[in-house]
């Protein structure tokens, strides 16, 4: 997952990384969007279809998981899966590997040491010497995979005209509190990109609280929050 780059589930339209040697000749990013699924002579390829790509490096990858990709059903009723994945460069192919899909899985962005990558209501980037004000609303960014209002295809931006909720229950948990959610779904005009804005408890405590959130179902990484008491 690309948000911590741990090993947790993906689903259909998560963003990812690969990691490995020689996966490029040079280093590229993706111009514009849609994003392509050719770039510096490299693809990805995920059950024999082309992924869209964000980054190609001889080191890293980032790409985003095709829409549509089948789960299965395993024991105990858990729907997931494996799908295949390889890297394509200059006519030659990797190794492949295997990746768990599943309808739901979650990973929130993360930076220095595991904070949650969120912002403030002036997109300040939080942090431990711009904390979270208790009673103040805030914006969690993630990726993954959930159910949605509206589809929107993979490596296509989130439409600017309307909103793309997350279609079921979200639900964010601040040191040991449950805060309350306004919003959760696509980030306007991104790829792959989720946000879920919160308005915080006026009761918080300071300091670098235990974040984590529940999209149905689906558990996310757990990361800290800088937080200041009112």
Known sequence: NAASFG?????????????????????????????????????????????PLFYVSPGQINFQLPDGLSTRPVLNGDQSGFASVRVERDGMSSNPGYVDVRPSGIGIITYGDNFAVAVKADNSVIGTSNPAVAGETITIYWVGATALTESVPAGVPAPLDRLVRVSGTT????????????????TPGGVGLFQTNVTLSGQLPTGDLALQMNVNGALSNAVKLSVRAR
């Open 7 to 51: 090993g947790a589930a993906l689903g259909p339209g998560a963003v990812a990384s690969i990691f490995g040697t020689s996966l490029a000749s040079s280093t590229a990013s993706a111009a514009s969007v849609p994003l392509p699924v050719t770039l510096a002579g490299v693809r990805v390829i995920v059950n024999g279809r082309p992924a």
């Open 171 to 186: 639900s964010v948990s601040l040191g040991g509190g449950f805060q309350a959610v306004t919003f959760s779904g696509l």
